[in-house]
């Protein structure tokens, strides 16, 4: 069965940067994009943005572009979500999703555990 | 920027059927995925593409998507239900709706 399996908690100060990792299992990799999602406390969901495993292709959402970072490691399939310059309004949950299609016809079909990272002094 | 809006809470007695709303101009025209999230879990698709059912979702969960309103349709209440329900769409980018909290009474 799929199974997306994301890195521990972290905690980070202002001003660092954070890097998550999204682990696949039972499927192709190169079959299907990532896309990360977070969650503030309390909050809905944000859309972060979109990586193709196949060619590396990005599409970031406008609020993050900038500060985040997404890539792929094929030979590990594995998923990355670097955020750099953090805020405390970054304090969330984040979620990795895999799924097929592109753009309009994407559908996040499976879901990563989430990450919690809270950004504190 | 194009704007997706749910209501905010959506109540059912057991057993009977839930609709929940997510509005957006021409959303018809956009394809709308909806996910559950209950309490500390991650989301969960539900509906995709307006009327489709991933395998091992039961068929009490239904979609549609005209004009200007798309609707998750949740037949025969259970407790489980409860939870919190987003749609989504993509417009250049992908987009949440503020999500509808779901009570079964």
């Known amino acids: 069965q799929v199974q997306l399996v994301q890195s521990g908690a972290e905690v980070k100060k202002p001003g660092a940067s954070v890097k998550v990792s999204c682990k696949a299992s039972?499927?192709?990799?190169?079959?299907?994009?990532i896309s990360w999602v977070r969650q503030a406390p309390g909050q809905g969901l944000e859309w972060m943005g979109w990586i193709s495993a196949y060619n590396g292709n990005t599409n970031y959402a406008q609020k993050l572009q900038g500060r985040v970072t997404m890539t792929t490691d094929t030979s590990t399939s594995t998923a990355y979500m670097e955020l750099r310059s953090l805020r405390s309004d970054d304090t969330a949950v984040y979620y990795c999703?895999?799924?097929?299609?592109?753009?309009?016809?994407?559908?996040?079909?499976?879901w990563g555990q989430g990450t919690l990272v809270t950004v504190s002094s | 920027s194009y704007e997706l809006t749910q209501p905010l809470s959506v109540s059912v007695a057991l057993g009977q059927t839930a609709r929940i709303t997510c509005g957006g101009n021409?959303?018809?025209?956009?394809?709308v995925h909806w996910y559950q999230q209950k309490p500390g879990q991650a989301p969960v698709l539900v509906i995709y593409r307006d009327s489709n059912r991933p395998s091992g979702i039961p068929e009490r969960f239904s979609g549609s998507n005209s004009g200007n309103t798309a609707t998750l349709t949740i037949s025969r209440a259970q407790a489980g239900d409860e939870a919190d329900y987003y749609c989504?769409?993509?417009?250049?980018?992908?987009?949440f709706g503020g999500g509808t909290k779901l009570t079964v009474l």
């Open positions: 039972g499927y192709t990799f190169t079959s299907y994009g």
């Open positions: 989504q769409v993509w417009d250049s980018s992908t987009l």
């Open positions: 999703a895999s799924g097929p299609g592109v753009g309009a016809t994407y559908v996040a079909y499976y």
């Open positions: 021409n959303i018809g025209s956009k394809n």
